[in-house]
Every structure is written in C-alpha cells, then in structure tokens.
C-alpha cells in the first residue's frame, strides 16, 4: 500500500496573508512543514501542492517536491485530488501547511486505520478530541463532529451537537481536527461531485463525503497542532524553536 503525505499550500491567507513564507527560525514556515513532515518516515513520498509560484520554487529549490495547481480551487480537498489524480498512491494524508511542528502519532493512528481495514470499509479517516470548556463547545470556529458506536462519522456541525437538552446523560463534545487520510477514489469522487445545501450551508467539505455515502472513521486523539494563523502564533513558534 503506497502511502503519500500531500500538503496543500495557498499563499494569500484571510488572516494572515503570506503566512507560509514567513521566516521561522532561518527556514520558511511551509518548508519546516514539509521537512518535518518527511522526517517522520511515514510516508513513500511527501509533495507540497500549491497555487504560488513563490511556494513552488520555495520547496523545488531547497530539494523537496511541489505540484503547482492548474486550477483555483474552493477547498483543500479539491486541490489535492487535481494533485494527485495521475498519482500511482492508495492512501494520501493531508497535512496542514501551517504546522511546522508535526506530531507524528497521530498520522500512525490514521494510517493504521487503513491498514486494518481488510473489507475496504473506510473511505476517509479523521482526527477528533474532545472539548469540555462550554466557550469551545459553543464556538462556531471550532467544528464538532457526532460519531455511531463504531466510530464512523454522522454528521460535522458549527453548531453545538448534540444539543443538551438533558443534562448530566454521558454525552461528550468533540471537535474535529481537519487532518485526513483518504483513499484515493474517495478524494477522485470528491472532486467529481457537486456541492450539496449542507456543505454549502455549514462551510465544511466534509460534509459533501457525507452526503454522497462516503464512510468516515474518526480516531479520537489528545493532540493539539499548533498553527500559525496569526502574527502572534509565529512569534510563539519562533520562542518554541
């Protein structure tokens, strides 16, 4: 099973504008991701994916592997999968660009899934945690995802779910960390199929695998990355290093 690591790369940011090129220590924050993100030894291969010709020659021209994007693209996962369409690859994990200090146990625990996964039941695979701070649990920023007894995903929401109608029955809030490994043909029919009301309404890609079928196992973590989206999270990434 050939297992690539993808990371995708916009150089404009909403926040943060240029984030990824942003010196970290005598190195750009995109090219410590993709060097830490090869270090892990987890992957057959490990490729930058972006629209920015600054990225490209950023990653290109220090030795490591980029694909420039031919078209513009909503989501992450549009991107990758026009990436990695003529790709030889099984199974390919997206890696956040703006996460130079990659932990490396929670992308055995996904890959891990895959390998297990001898009836080809899983078509995605996600990191969830659990929040118990009610500010967390009700923020829309943070994404929640409801899981069924074996783990598979039904349904992402902005919104609090469940909702505590009743108190004190057990229920426990995860928020959705947006690292995903995915099987190839899941990410192909991704990028084939229409946007749907409820991705559409929620702002969340991985609603549209939902509503069209696709299966997605959850794997509970107490990781935390550490991005940079703004000028003060760069400022703690450099006192880290």
């Avoid at 939902?210 to 006192?239: P, Q, S």
């Amino acid at each position: 099973m050939k297992i690539i690591a993808v990371i995708p790369a916009r150089y404009a940011s909403t926040r943060f504008p240029a984030k990824l090129m942003q010196d970290l220590g005598g190195r750009t924050v995109i090219l410590r991701t993709y060097e830490a993100a090869t270090k892990t030894n987890l992957f057959d291969d490990v490729f930058v994916v972006t629209d920015s010709k600054l990225i490209f020659n950023e990653i290109i021209s220090n030795g490591g592997k980029a694909i420039m994007s031919v078209k513009e693209h909503e989501s992450g996962s549009d991107r990758i999968a026009e990436a990695i369409e003529s790709l030889d690859v099984d199974i390919v994990v997206n890696v956040q660009g703006d996460e130079p200090f990659i932990n490396s146990e929670p992308l055995k625990k996904l890959i891990k899934i895959f390998n297990q996964d001898v009836k080809n039941e899983v078509d995605l695979a996600s990191l969830m945690r659990e929040i118990k701070n009610e500010e967390d649990i009700n923020n829309p920023n943070n994404v929640k995802v409801i899981v069924d007894q074996n783990q598979f995903a039904l349904y992402f929401s902005r919104s609090v779910i469940p909702y505590p109608r009743e108190k004190n029955v057990g229920v426990r809030y995860m928020q959705h960390i947006g690292i995903y490994a995915f099987r190839k043909q899941a990410l192909l029919d991704f990028y084939n199929l229409p946007m749907k009301s409820l991705e559409a309404s929620e702002k969340l890609e991985q609603l549209r695998y939902l509503e069209f079928g696709k299966r997605i196992k959850m794997v509970e973590t107490t990781h935390v990355g550490i991005g940079i989206d703004t000028i003060e999270d760069l400022e703690k990434a450099r006192k880290m290093l």
